[in-house]
């Protein structure tokens, strides 16, 4: 099962709405996670089934989507959501990931 | 607290061997599954392998016959043994936890590096 991110990369002001889009190349129902990789760490959880926040993850992150449309939208950018965003497919194996959407500050 | 850690990364020639390990604590390890996911300089996330709490494996397609997931529950760790090395196998390898809700993987190691040269 392939992902498709897009943008790949996005920069936007601190306040902004911002939204991330993953498209699956066979429908996954609501097996789809979110990651959030900063700079020199390892990638951290922020959603998964689609749309449940993990626990821990800011409220302004949310996700929605289903079947092989999916998003990611943080309501209100932060300076410190500066990363790299990953979708990630855990319907079938082998398990994929969206190449990644870079976000930065203005 | 839940750590996942990742040990044996190293500088490693093409065509030879070698092996990673993963331990855990803070949580029971034996109902847990465990996956290796790898990131190449500058690149993106890479699935390699999982191995369920019943021991059953998975792998990417570019690696099964080449890398094999074990687990150890004595001794709570994971392992991914990596042969016939290529230069394209250098990447910071990533051992993470797969939660018990929908298949996420919601603890990762801090990774070890694996160059190939």
């Known amino acids: 099962i392939q992902l498709t991110q897009s943008p790949s990369s996005l920069s936007a002001s601190v306040g902004d709405r911002v939204t991330i889009t993953c498209r699956a190349s066979?429908?996954?129902?609501?097996?789809l996670a979110w990651y959030q990789q900063k700079p020199g760490q390892a990638p951290n959880l922020l959603i998964y089934?689609?749309?449940t926040v993990q626990s821990g993850v800011p409220s302004r992150f949310s996700g929605s989507g289903s079947g092989t449309e999916f998003t990611l939208t943080i309501s209100s950018l932060q300076p410190e959501d500066s990363a790299t965003f990953y979708c990630?497919?855990?319907?079938?194996?082998?398990?994929?990931f969206g190449g990644g959407t870079k976000v930065e500050i203005k | 607290q839940v750590q996942v850690v990742e040990f044996g990364g190293g500088v490693v020639q093409p065509g030879r061997s070698l092996r990673v390990s993963c331990v855990g604590s803070?949580?029971?390890?034996?109902?847990?599954?465990f996956h290796w996911v790898r990131q190449a300089p500058g690149k993106g996330l890479e699935w390699l392998a999982n191995?369920?709490?019943?021991?059953?494996?998975y792998y990417e397609d570019s690696v099964r016959g080449r890398f094999t997931i074990s687990r150890d529950n004595s001794k709570n760790t994971v392992y991914l043994e990596m042969n016939s090395l290529r230069p394209d196998d250098t990447a910071l390898y990533y051992c993470?936890?797969?939660?018990?809700?929908?298949?996420?993987?919601?603890?990762w190691g801090q990774g070890t590096l694996v160059t190939v040269s």
């Open positions: 191995i369920s709490d019943d021991w059953k494996t």
């Open positions: 993470t936890r797969d939660g018990m809700n929908l298949g996420e993987m919601d603890h």
């Open positions: 990630h497919q855990v319907k079938s194996y082998p398990r994929t």
């Open positions: 089934a689609a749309s």
């Open positions: 066979q429908p996954i129902s609501h097996y």
């Open positions: 803070g949580f029971t390890f034996n109902s847990y599954s």
